[in-house]
Protein backbone atom coordinates (compact mmCIF):
# COMPACT_ATOMS: atom_id res chain seq x y z
CA UNK A 1 0.00 0.00 0.00
CA UNK A 2 1.44 3.37 -0.63
CA UNK A 3 1.91 5.96 1.60
CA UNK A 4 2.41 9.23 -0.08
CA UNK A 5 4.68 11.40 2.68
CA UNK A 6 6.62 14.83 2.03
CA UNK A 7 9.57 16.26 4.37
CA UNK A 8 8.21 19.73 3.48
CA UNK A 9 5.52 19.11 6.16
CA UNK A 10 8.31 20.55 8.08
CA UNK A 11 7.88 23.86 7.35
CA UNK A 12 4.73 24.35 9.14
CA UNK A 13 6.13 24.17 12.37
CA UNK A 14 4.69 27.02 14.67
CA UNK A 15 5.36 27.27 18.75
CA UNK A 16 1.95 28.38 20.45
CA UNK A 17 -0.85 28.56 19.66
CA UNK A 18 -4.07 30.26 21.84
CA UNK A 19 -6.15 27.68 23.84
CA UNK A 20 -8.93 29.08 25.69
CA UNK A 21 -7.13 32.57 25.72
CA UNK A 22 -3.59 31.32 27.04
CA UNK A 23 -0.94 31.14 24.62
CA UNK A 24 0.32 27.15 24.74
CA UNK A 25 2.84 25.17 23.05
CA UNK A 26 0.77 24.07 20.02
CA UNK A 27 -0.83 20.55 19.22
CA UNK A 28 -0.37 20.37 16.22
CA UNK A 29 3.66 19.86 15.89
CA UNK A 30 6.03 18.06 13.31
CA UNK A 31 6.74 15.23 15.19
CA UNK A 32 2.84 14.00 15.01
CA UNK A 33 3.92 13.29 11.35
CA UNK A 34 7.05 11.90 11.85
CA UNK A 35 5.84 9.65 14.48
CA UNK A 36 3.47 7.89 11.96
CA UNK A 37 6.29 7.92 9.36
CA UNK A 38 8.26 6.07 11.71
CA UNK A 39 6.02 3.93 12.77
CA UNK A 40 4.49 2.95 8.92
CA UNK A 41 8.50 2.44 8.15
CA UNK A 42 8.62 -0.81 10.69
CA UNK A 43 5.88 -2.62 8.43
CA UNK A 44 7.43 -3.55 4.54
CA UNK A 45 3.60 -3.51 3.46
CA UNK A 46 3.95 0.11 3.35
CA UNK A 47 5.64 1.79 0.28
CA UNK A 48 6.85 5.42 0.76
CA UNK A 49 6.02 7.55 -2.31
CA UNK A 50 6.50 11.35 -2.91
CA UNK A 51 4.02 14.03 -4.15
CA UNK A 52 3.33 15.10 -7.24
CA UNK A 53 2.92 18.63 -8.16
CA UNK A 54 -1.00 19.54 -8.78
CA UNK A 55 -0.72 24.02 -9.22
CA UNK A 56 -3.51 25.62 -8.09
CA UNK A 57 -6.24 24.40 -9.50
CA UNK A 58 -7.37 21.95 -7.60
CA UNK A 59 -7.24 24.18 -4.90
CA UNK A 60 -9.09 26.92 -6.56
CA UNK A 61 -12.01 24.69 -7.40
CA UNK A 62 -12.39 24.26 -3.88
CA UNK A 63 -11.67 27.26 -2.17
CA UNK A 64 -11.87 31.32 -2.74
CA UNK A 65 -9.02 33.06 -4.42
CA UNK A 66 -8.79 35.83 -2.28
CA UNK A 67 -7.92 32.87 0.49
CA UNK A 68 -5.74 31.07 -1.19
CA UNK A 69 -4.03 34.30 -2.16
CA UNK A 70 -3.79 35.71 1.45
CA UNK A 71 -2.28 32.10 2.46
CA UNK A 72 0.39 32.97 -0.15
CA UNK A 73 1.09 36.29 0.11
CA UNK A 74 0.49 37.85 3.55
CA UNK A 75 3.58 36.09 5.31
CA UNK A 76 6.42 38.82 4.27
CA UNK A 77 4.14 41.75 4.61
CA UNK A 78 2.82 40.58 8.25
CA UNK A 79 6.89 39.83 9.09
CA UNK A 80 8.06 43.32 8.17
CA UNK A 81 5.15 45.07 9.87
CA UNK A 82 4.71 42.94 13.12
CA UNK A 83 8.82 41.78 13.72
CA UNK A 84 6.75 38.28 14.80
CA UNK A 85 7.96 34.96 13.24
CA UNK A 86 4.62 33.21 13.74
CA UNK A 87 1.59 34.99 14.27
CA UNK A 88 -2.05 34.64 14.91
CA UNK A 89 -5.37 36.81 14.74
CA UNK A 90 -6.86 39.72 16.70
CA UNK A 91 -10.38 40.59 15.34
CA UNK A 92 -11.97 37.96 13.49
CA UNK A 93 -15.41 38.83 11.52
CA UNK A 94 -18.12 37.63 13.66
CA UNK A 95 -21.50 37.28 11.67
CA UNK A 96 -23.28 40.21 14.18
CA UNK A 97 -20.67 42.51 13.09
CA UNK A 98 -22.51 44.04 10.23
CA UNK A 99 -25.98 42.68 10.27
CA UNK A 100 -28.38 44.43 7.96
CA UNK A 101 -25.58 46.17 6.65
CA UNK A 102 -23.57 45.44 3.35
CA UNK A 103 -20.79 42.54 3.68
CA UNK A 104 -17.52 43.51 5.15
CA UNK A 105 -14.74 43.78 2.98
CA UNK A 106 -10.87 42.34 4.10
CA UNK A 107 -8.67 45.04 5.46
CA UNK A 108 -6.02 46.30 3.22
CA UNK A 109 -2.97 45.22 6.12
CA UNK A 110 -1.95 42.07 5.70
CA UNK A 111 -2.14 41.60 9.60
CA UNK A 112 -6.15 42.48 10.22
CA UNK A 113 -6.98 41.32 6.88
CA UNK A 114 -6.33 37.24 9.22
CA UNK A 115 -9.17 37.50 10.71
CA UNK A 116 -11.13 38.21 7.35
CA UNK A 117 -10.08 35.01 6.35
CA UNK A 118 -9.78 33.00 9.63
CA UNK A 119 -12.26 32.04 12.21
CA UNK A 120 -10.16 31.05 15.69
CA UNK A 121 -7.04 31.29 17.33
CA UNK A 122 -5.31 27.67 17.14
CA UNK A 123 -4.06 28.40 13.28
CA UNK A 124 -0.95 30.66 13.10
CA UNK A 125 0.68 31.91 10.00
CA UNK A 126 4.08 31.19 9.72
CA UNK A 127 6.81 31.56 7.06
CA UNK A 128 6.50 28.17 6.33
CA UNK A 129 2.78 27.73 6.31
CA UNK A 130 2.07 27.95 2.60
CA UNK A 131 4.74 25.84 1.42
CA UNK A 132 3.05 23.24 4.09
CA UNK A 133 -0.45 23.77 2.78
CA UNK A 134 0.04 23.54 -0.93
CA UNK A 135 2.18 19.84 -0.35
CA UNK A 136 -0.41 18.48 2.38
CA UNK A 137 -2.99 19.35 -0.65
CA UNK A 138 -0.72 17.38 -3.52
CA UNK A 139 -0.28 14.57 -0.69
CA UNK A 140 -3.40 14.26 -1.03
CA UNK A 141 -4.01 14.20 -4.82
CA UNK A 142 -0.78 12.17 -5.52
CA UNK A 143 -2.26 10.04 -3.25
CA UNK A 144 -5.88 9.87 -5.26
CA UNK A 145 -4.49 9.45 -8.06
CA UNK A 146 -2.65 6.18 -7.41
CA UNK A 147 -6.56 5.02 -6.77
CA UNK A 148 -7.41 6.39 -10.49
CA UNK A 149 -4.78 4.55 -11.59
CA UNK A 150 -5.93 1.09 -10.11
CA UNK A 151 -4.77 0.87 -6.31
CA UNK A 152 -7.68 -0.52 -4.14
CA UNK A 153 -6.53 1.74 -1.12
CA UNK A 154 -3.45 4.38 -0.69
CA UNK A 155 -2.71 6.81 2.37
CA UNK A 156 -1.99 10.59 2.18
CA UNK A 157 0.16 11.19 5.24
CA UNK A 158 -1.06 14.83 5.52
CA UNK A 159 -0.04 18.07 7.56
CA UNK A 160 -1.55 20.19 8.16
CA UNK A 161 -4.41 18.67 8.47
CA UNK A 162 -7.57 20.67 6.70
CA UNK A 163 -11.03 19.21 7.84
CA UNK A 164 -11.82 22.41 9.23
CA UNK A 165 -11.36 25.07 6.05
CA UNK A 166 -14.36 25.58 4.76
CA UNK A 167 -14.49 27.48 0.97
CA UNK A 168 -13.84 31.15 2.07
CA UNK A 169 -12.53 30.70 5.86
CA UNK A 170 -9.31 28.67 7.70
CA UNK A 171 -9.28 27.61 10.72
CA UNK A 172 -8.63 24.82 13.62
CA UNK A 173 -4.98 23.26 12.50
CA UNK A 174 -6.16 23.73 8.66
CA UNK A 175 -5.80 26.00 5.80
CA UNK A 176 -6.88 24.13 2.66
CA UNK A 177 -9.33 21.16 3.01
CA UNK A 178 -6.96 18.14 1.46
CA UNK A 179 -9.96 15.87 1.75
CA UNK A 180 -12.28 17.88 0.17
CA UNK A 181 -9.94 19.48 -2.60
CA UNK A 182 -9.51 15.63 -3.20
CA UNK A 183 -12.90 14.55 -3.27
CA UNK A 184 -13.92 17.32 -5.91
CA UNK A 185 -10.68 16.36 -8.05
CA UNK A 186 -12.32 12.50 -8.13
CA UNK A 187 -15.71 13.81 -8.47
CA UNK A 188 -15.27 16.55 -11.06
CA UNK A 189 -12.68 14.52 -12.74
CA UNK A 190 -13.89 11.25 -13.08
CA UNK A 191 -17.99 12.19 -12.99
CA UNK A 192 -18.70 9.66 -10.42
CA UNK A 193 -19.98 10.06 -6.67
CA UNK A 194 -17.58 10.12 -4.00
CA UNK A 195 -18.19 9.73 0.08
CA UNK A 196 -15.72 11.97 2.29
CA UNK A 197 -15.88 9.59 5.68
CA UNK A 198 -14.38 11.54 8.62
CA UNK A 199 -14.00 10.38 11.58
CA UNK A 200 -11.82 12.39 13.69
CA UNK A 201 -12.97 13.74 16.53
CA UNK A 202 -13.95 16.84 15.99
CA UNK A 203 -16.56 17.96 13.57
CA UNK A 204 -15.42 18.22 9.47
CA UNK A 205 -17.15 21.97 9.91
CA UNK A 206 -14.91 22.70 6.69
CA UNK A 207 -15.91 19.49 4.28
CA UNK A 208 -19.50 19.77 5.23
CA UNK A 209 -19.83 23.32 4.50
CA UNK A 210 -18.39 23.00 0.98
CA UNK A 211 -20.88 19.99 -0.14
CA UNK A 212 -23.18 20.74 1.98
CA UNK A 213 -25.70 21.47 -1.24
CA UNK A 214 -24.01 18.94 -3.35
CA UNK A 215 -25.44 15.50 -4.48
CA UNK A 216 -22.50 13.90 -5.89
CA UNK A 217 -20.19 13.99 -2.87
CA UNK A 218 -21.44 12.23 0.38
CA UNK A 219 -20.34 13.61 3.74
CA UNK A 220 -20.43 11.45 6.87
CA UNK A 221 -18.66 12.58 10.06
CA UNK A 222 -18.90 10.80 13.44
CA UNK A 223 -17.59 13.39 16.16
CA UNK A 224 -18.02 14.85 19.61
CA UNK A 225 -20.99 16.33 19.66
CA UNK A 226 -20.38 20.09 18.95
CA UNK A 227 -22.92 21.02 22.29
CA UNK A 228 -19.11 20.40 24.17
CA UNK A 229 -16.57 20.06 21.28
CA UNK A 230 -14.84 22.06 19.06
CA UNK A 231 -16.29 23.33 16.37
CA UNK A 232 -19.08 24.40 18.78
CA UNK A 233 -21.36 25.79 16.63
CA UNK A 234 -21.61 23.50 13.50
CA UNK A 235 -21.79 19.62 13.45
CA UNK A 236 -25.24 18.40 14.69
CA UNK A 237 -27.46 15.82 13.99
CA UNK A 238 -30.50 17.90 12.33
CA UNK A 239 -27.86 18.88 9.34
CA UNK A 240 -28.88 16.81 6.73
CA UNK A 241 -28.07 19.40 3.77
CA UNK A 242 -29.89 21.70 1.84
CA UNK A 243 -30.99 21.59 -1.60
CA UNK A 244 -29.87 18.79 -4.04
CA UNK A 245 -27.88 18.13 -1.10
CA UNK A 246 -30.46 16.97 0.85
CA UNK A 247 -30.23 13.46 2.67
CA UNK A 248 -26.11 13.64 1.54
CA UNK A 249 -25.02 15.28 5.07
CA UNK A 250 -25.18 12.58 8.06
CA UNK A 251 -23.71 13.99 11.33
CA UNK A 252 -23.08 11.24 13.74
CA UNK A 253 -22.64 12.57 17.44
CA UNK A 254 -20.87 10.95 20.75
CA UNK A 255 -21.09 11.94 24.11
CA UNK A 256 -18.55 11.90 26.12
CA UNK A 257 -16.23 8.51 26.97
CA UNK A 258 -18.11 6.50 23.93
CA UNK A 259 -15.81 3.13 24.09
CA UNK A 260 -14.77 0.79 20.75
CA UNK A 261 -18.37 -1.06 21.03
CA UNK A 262 -20.45 1.94 20.30
CA UNK A 263 -18.28 3.57 18.32
CA UNK A 264 -17.56 0.82 15.62
CA UNK A 265 -21.63 -0.21 15.85
CA UNK A 266 -22.53 3.47 15.08
CA UNK A 267 -19.42 3.44 12.77
CA UNK A 268 -21.05 0.04 10.67
CA UNK A 269 -24.21 1.92 10.64
CA UNK A 270 -23.48 4.68 8.35
CA UNK A 271 -20.78 2.57 6.35
CA UNK A 272 -25.07 0.97 5.54
CA UNK A 273 -25.77 4.38 4.25
CA UNK A 274 -22.31 4.74 2.42
CA UNK A 275 -22.54 1.60 0.53
CA UNK A 276 -26.67 2.59 -0.32
CA UNK A 277 -25.10 6.10 -1.51
CA UNK A 278 -22.71 3.58 -4.26
CA UNK A 279 -19.73 6.07 -4.52
CA UNK A 280 -16.74 5.11 -7.05
CA UNK A 281 -14.15 6.57 -3.98
CA UNK A 282 -14.50 6.57 -0.05
CA UNK A 283 -12.00 9.49 1.35
CA UNK A 284 -11.42 8.47 5.22
CA UNK A 285 -10.58 11.99 6.70
CA UNK A 286 -8.51 10.03 9.07
CA UNK A 287 -8.09 11.70 13.37
CA UNK A 288 -7.39 9.28 15.80
CA UNK A 289 -7.57 12.05 18.60
CA UNK A 290 -10.68 9.88 19.53
CA UNK A 291 -8.07 7.89 21.69
CA UNK A 292 -9.28 7.35 25.46
CA UNK A 293 -5.75 9.38 26.05
CA UNK A 294 -6.06 12.14 23.53
CA UNK A 295 -4.91 15.91 25.53
CA UNK A 296 -7.86 17.59 23.19
CA UNK A 297 -10.64 15.02 23.36
CA UNK A 298 -13.15 13.10 25.40
CA UNK A 299 -13.88 9.80 23.67
CA UNK A 300 -12.24 6.61 24.72
CA UNK A 301 -11.38 3.98 21.91
CA UNK A 302 -8.44 2.32 22.24
CA UNK A 303 -5.74 1.11 19.25
CA UNK A 304 -7.34 -2.32 18.94
CA UNK A 305 -10.51 -0.52 18.41
CA UNK A 306 -8.85 1.43 15.27
CA UNK A 307 -7.85 -1.90 13.51
CA UNK A 308 -11.89 -2.75 13.73
CA UNK A 309 -12.63 0.72 12.39
CA UNK A 310 -10.08 0.08 9.35
CA UNK A 311 -12.00 -3.40 8.88
CA UNK A 312 -15.43 -2.20 8.85
CA UNK A 313 -14.74 0.50 6.13
CA UNK A 314 -12.46 -1.92 4.73
CA UNK A 315 -15.45 -4.22 4.19
CA UNK A 316 -17.19 -1.84 1.68
CA UNK A 317 -15.26 -3.17 -0.59
CA UNK A 318 -15.24 0.08 -2.19
CA UNK A 319 -11.46 1.86 -3.58
CA UNK A 320 -10.33 4.30 0.32
CA UNK A 321 -8.22 6.57 0.23
CA UNK A 322 -7.16 7.73 3.78
CA UNK A 323 -5.70 11.05 4.48
CA UNK A 324 -4.38 12.08 7.63
CA UNK A 325 -6.23 15.04 10.23
CA UNK A 326 -5.70 14.91 13.90
CA UNK A 327 -4.78 12.83 16.93
CA UNK A 328 -2.43 14.94 19.00
CA UNK A 329 -1.22 12.12 21.83
CA UNK A 330 2.05 11.83 19.82
CA UNK A 331 3.21 8.67 21.76
CA UNK A 332 0.23 6.80 20.65
CA UNK A 333 -0.44 8.65 17.02
CA UNK A 334 1.94 6.25 15.04
CA UNK A 335 0.71 2.79 16.38
CA UNK A 336 -3.28 4.11 16.01
CA UNK A 337 -3.07 5.21 12.78
CA UNK A 338 -0.82 2.04 11.76
CA UNK A 339 -3.37 0.21 13.40
CA UNK A 340 -6.56 1.86 11.49
CA UNK A 341 -4.87 1.30 7.96
CA UNK A 342 -3.38 -2.29 8.23
CA UNK A 343 -6.40 -3.53 7.41
CA UNK A 344 -6.24 -1.84 3.48
CA UNK A 345 -2.26 -2.93 3.61
CA UNK A 346 -3.32 -6.79 4.08
CA UNK A 347 -5.60 -6.63 0.85
CA UNK A 348 -2.67 -5.00 -0.79
CA UNK A 349 -1.08 -8.51 -0.15
CA UNK A 350 -4.02 -10.50 -1.00
CA UNK A 351 -3.63 -9.19 -4.41
CA UNK A 352 -0.64 -9.91 -5.13
ZN1 LIG B 1 -9.55 16.64 15.47
Same mark, same amino acid.
Given at each position: ???????????????????????????????? !? @???????????????????????????????????????????????????????? &?????? /??? &????????????? #? !??????? @???????????????????? !???????????????? /???????????? $????????? $????? *? *???? *????????????????? /????? =???? @???????????? +????????????? +? &?????????????????? &????????????????????????????????????????????????????? /? @???? =???????????????????????? #??????????????
Amino acid at each position: MDVVWTDLHRRQNPKMEINLGQPIPTYERPDR !A @ETIRQQLETDERFNFVGLTEHGRSPIEAVHALGLIDYLESAWPEIHRTTGRHEFAP &EAMLHV /GLR &EGMSAARPPEGAA #A !AFGYWCY @ETATPLVEGTYIASRASVDV !ALTAAEKILAGAPSAY /GLCRPPGHHAAA $NVFGGFCYF $NNAAI *A *AHHV *ASTTGTKVTVLDVDYHH /GNGTQ =QIFY @ERDDVQFVSLHG +DPKRAYPWFIGHE +D &EVGAGKGRGYNINVAFGP &EAEDDEYVTRLAGVCEQIAAFGPSMVIVSLGVDTYWNDPISDLALTTDGYRRC /G @EVVK =QLGIPTLILQEGGYDIEAIGRNVH #AWISPFASSVLQWQ
